[in-house]
């Protein structure tokens, strides 16, 4: 919406005064318009609750009901065993609730972050590299998980540049872990493996393995390495904003034919195409990359990310 305006238009849209901010008038309106600019803090629900809330299903009240049935009948045995698997049920459905792992947080993702899970219930944050784009929005979420979270969260970062991973680290409520190139870990539900990238800050694509596996590139040129890395995988995410004709020269990125090659060769399940750019032809693209690999996808972006 702005970035293809003047600074004097861009003030006049969010109703800024000539001082360069907003006048003491519009601020006191917006207060009582929108209220004070903070996160919503969401209460944590009582461990009972959960609890209670992983029977609550209609297959759960099957199998209760085929148990007293099973106790009527003197079939004990077999009421244990239904009992054992309404148990187990229950232990890993809370053990998994409401795990979520976040990839990269730049402008605009927290608001959708929190639209799909409770902030403190993300098991962890992985960082592929740290450019500004890729963690912005990191620092708000420090903030509210300073008011909820009960330990620090896991956060995957490389650990250049160093005034940055040194920057996430001072706020106290994640806990930092570098990643190279060899890089293995348990987040949770999910087994994360990490691969080099190149791209003109280092960085680390990484594969999320869970009851699906995920591969995010982060940005990178497409390699060698990236085949290996992404085999088979259920689907790949790839930042492949241009096309081989509008790619910029040396480019930062691949191109959507690189990605459509990515794909093909690693023998993936779909591609899913991200990190387009203010004036990128997201049609073009997205048939620049099926040309090459049917199964792509272009992913909903917020299109006032910087390259």
Same mark, same amino acid.
């Given at each position: 919406?702005?970035?293809?305006?003047? *600074?004097?238009?861009?003030?006049?849209?969010?109703?800024?005064?000539?001082?360069?901010?907003?006048?003491?008038?519009?601020?006191?309106?917006?207060?009582?318009?929108?209220?004070?600019?903070? #996160?919503?803090?969401?209460?944590?629900?009582?461990?009972?609750?959960?609890?209670?809330? /992983?029977?609550?299903?209609?297959?759960?009240?099957?199998?209760?009901?085929?148990?007293?049935?099973? *106790?009527?009948? @003197?079939e004990y045995g077999d009421a244990a065993i239904i009992a054992a698997v309404v148990c187990l049920n229950g232990t890993v459905g809370l053990f998994q609730e409401g795990k979520a792992l976040a990839l990269d947080m730049g402008s605009g993702t927290?608001?959708?972050?929190?639209?799909?899970?409770?902030?403190?219930?993300?098991c962890g944050v992985v960082l592929t590299h740290l450019h500004p784009d890729h963690y912005s929005d990191l620092l708000v979420y420090a903030q509210y998980l300073a008011k909820c979270a009960e330990r620090p969260m896991p956060l995957y970062l490389?650990?250049?540049?160093?005034?940055?991973?040194? #920057? #996430?680290?001072?706020?106290?409520?994640?806990?930092?872990?570098?990643?190279?190139?060899?890089?293995?870990?348990?987040?949770?539900?999910?087994?994360?493996?990490?691969?080099?990238?190149?791209?003109?800050?280092?960085?680390?694509?990484?594969?999320?393995? @869970?009851?699906?596996?995920?591969?995010?590139?982060?940005?990178?040129?497409?390699?060698?390495? #990236? +085949?290996?890395?992404?085999? /088979?995988?259920?689907?790949?995410?790839?930042?492949?904003?241009?096309?081989?004709?509008?790619?910029?020269?040396?480019?930062?990125?691949?191109?959507?034919? =690189?990605? @459509?090659?990515?794909?093909?060769?690693? /023998?993936?399940?779909?591609?899913? *195409?991200?990190?387009?750019?203010? @004036?990128?032809?997201? =049609?073009?693209?997205?048939?620049?990359?099926?040309? *090459?690999? /049917?199964?792509?996808?272009? +992913?909903?972006?917020?299109?006032?990310?910087?390259?």
């Amino acid at each position: 919406m702005f970035e293809q305006k003047t *600074i004097a238009e861009t003030k006049r849209l969010l109703k800024a005064g000539d001082s360069g901010g907003l006048t003491e008038e519009e601020a006191r309106r917006r207060l009582s318009e929108h209220g004070p600019n903070e #996160l919503e803090r969401h209460e944590k629900k009582p461990l009972y609750k959960r609890i209670l809330e /992983q029977f609550m299903d209609p297959l759960i009240y099957v199998l209760a009901a085929a148990g007293a049935v099973s *106790i009527l009948l @003197g079939e004990y045995g077999d009421a244990a065993i239904i009992a054992a698997v309404v148990c187990l049920n229950g232990t890993v459905g809370l053990f998994q609730e409401g795990k979520a792992l976040a990839l990269d947080m730049g402008s605009g993702t927290l608001p959708r972050l929190l639209a799909s899970v409770k902030g403190h219930e993300v098991c962890g944050v992985v960082l592929t590299h740290l450019h500004p784009d890729h963690y912005s929005d990191l620092l708000v979420y420090a903030q509210y998980l300073a008011k909820c979270a009960e330990r620090p969260m896991p956060l995957y970062l490389p650990r250049t540049p160093d005034r940055v991973s040194s #920057l #996430l680290a001072d706020t106290g409520v994640f806990d930092v872990r570098f990643t190279d190139a060899e890089s293995t870990a348990q987040c949770g539900p999910f087994a994360l493996r990490f691969a080099p990238t190149v791209h003109p800050l280092p960085g680390y694509a990484v594969r999320v393995e @869970g009851d699906a596996s995920f591969a995010y590139t982060g940005d990178s040129l497409a390699t060698h390495a #990236l +085949v290996a890395w992404a085999k /088979q995988a259920d689907v790949l995410l790839c930042d492949a904003p241009f096309t081989e004709e509008t790619a910029p020269s040396p480019s930062p990125h691949m191109t959507a034919e =690189q990605a @459509g090659a990515l794909a093909r060769n690693a /023998q993936v399940g779909a591609l899913w *195409i991200s990190h387009l750019v203010p @004036g990128s032809d997201e =049609q073009a693209v997205l048939h620049a990359a099926r040309k *090459i690999f /049917q199964e792509s996808s272009l +992913v909903e972006e917020m299109t006032d990310r910087s390259v």
